[in-house]
C-alpha cells in the first residue's frame, strides 16, 4: 500500500509541475505576443484539469484515490509541496491564468 501511494504522490507532483509549466507558459506568451501549438497545448490542458477539478467538488481526484489506499487527507499534496502552496494552489494559479488569458486577448484585439 505505501508503494502505491508514493507513486500517486509522486504522479501528482509531476502533474503538478506540469501543469506549473503550463501556466507560465500562458503567461510568458501574453507578456511575449506568442500563440502557438504550445500556448494551445498548455491552455487546453489547464482547461481540462479545472474541468476535473469542478467535476470533482474543487478537490484533486488522485487525493481521492490516495484516501482510498489509506493515505491522510490532504496527504497527496502535502509530502511534495510545501502545505502554503499546496493550501492555496488552486487561488493563486486561477488568478495567473486568468491573467495570462487577460495579457492573450489584450495582445490579440491590439495587435
Keep these: 500500500m505505501l508503494n502505491k501511494l508514493f507513486f500517486i504522490k509522486l504522479f501528482h507532483s509531476l502533474v503538478f509541475f506540469f501543469m506549473v509549466a503550463c501556466l507560465f507558459y500562458v503567461l510568458y ?18 482547461l481540462i484539469e479545472g474541468v476535473a477539478l469542478i467535476l470533482n467538488r474543487w478537490r484533486c481526484p488522485l487525493t481521492t484515490l490516495a484516501e482510498r489506499w489509506g493515505a491522510t487527507k490532504g496527504s497527496v499534496a502535502y509530502i511534495f509541496l510545501p502545505p502554503l502552496i499546496a493550501r ?12 495570462g488569458l487577460t495579457l492573450l486577448g489584450i495582445r490579440y484585439f491590439t495587435g
Design 29 to 46: 506568451a501574453g507578456v511575449s505576443r506568442t500563440f502557438n501549438w504550445i500556448l494551445l497545448i498548455a491552455t487546453v490542458a489547464i
Design 88 to 99: 492555496h494552489a488552486f487561488t493563486w494559479f486561477t488568478v495567473l491564468f486568468v491573467t
